[in-house]
T-cell receptor, first 112, second 114 residues
Framework: DTAVSQTPKYLVTQMGNDKSIKCEQNLGHDTMYWYKQDSKKFLKIMFSYNNKELIINETVPNRFSPKSPDKAHLNLHINSLELGDSAVYFC???????????FGSGTRLTVV | GDSVTQMEGPVTLSEEAFLTINCTYTATGYPSLFWYVQYPGEGLQLLLKATKADDKGSNKGFEATYRKETTSFHLEKGSVQVSDSAVYFCALSDPRSGYSTLTFGKGTMLLVSP
């Protein structure tokens, strides 16, 4: 059983397209996150949801919109994709306290 | 704000060498500290953690001790293997945020050769 699963694993698309990345966790965690990892491996938090409510919304272009239909799912929709959006996007979840995060395996987005 | 500073990589070692990856942090209060590992093409995995001063986290031969006096959480392993080649991230979570946010360092790549 995969604890945090993301789909798709790879996504190649053209500039200007709209795409979505899906994330699901079966750990019963209340909090979910989206992180962006650039080519230098730097991790930057984008969004965080707690029980379907947005609690962290870092400085991210409006083209990025998270959606949480329930506390087990956090999807990321990206409009009008740009070359600079190419990166690996990680979903994560946390049960709170001092337990840290559980990460998905990532979605490698390539915009051409 | 909170921050984590790691030594820059890559760190290149021969198999069975001793490993140290330095990590220092800045935080108000008493954060929890973590080391995550990212193997090529994979997501991050929790390697070890420590939640209070002088705690030692350990896993798979790796160790790190929470040193409040030096605000450090250095990762060590006595004898590295080729399979340890990965990127290692130091991170902290702040109780002021209800531990809901992890602040990561920039990562240190470890390359182990046979």
């Amino acid at each position: 059983d995969t604890a945090v699963s993301q789909t798709p694993k790879y996504l190649v698309t053209q500039m200007g397209n709209d795409k979505s990345i899906k994330c699901e966790q079966n750990l019963g965690h209340d909090t979910m996150y989206w992180y962006k990892q650039d080519s230098k491996k730097f991790l930057k938090i984008m969004f965080s949801y707690n029980n379907k409510e947005l609690i962290i919304n870092e400085t991210v272009p409006n083209r990025f919109s998270p959606k949480s239909p329930d506390k087990a799912h956090l999807n990321l929709h990206i409009n009008s994709l740009e070359l600079g959006d190419s990166a690996v996007y990680f979903c994560a979840s946390s049960g709170g306290g001092t337990y840290g995060y559980t990460f998905g395996s990532g979605t490698r987005l390539t915009v051409v | 704000g909170d921050s984590v500073t790691q030594m820059e990589g890559p760190v290149t070692l021969s198999e069975e060498a001793f490993l140290t990856i330095n990590c220092t942090y800045t935080a108000t209060g008493y954060p929890s500290l973590f080391w995550y590992v990212q193997y090529p093409g994979e997501g991050l995995q929790l390697l070890l953690k420590a939640t209070k001063a002088d705690d030692k986290g350990s896993n798979k031969g790796f160790e790190a001790t929470y040193r409040k006096e030096t605000t450090s959480f250095h990762l060590e392993k006595g004898s590295v293997q080729v399979s340890d080649s990965a990127v290692y991230f130091c991170a902290l979570s702040d109780p002021r945020s209800g531990y809901s946010t992890l602040t990561f360092g920039k990562g240190t790549m470890l390359l182990v050769s046979p």
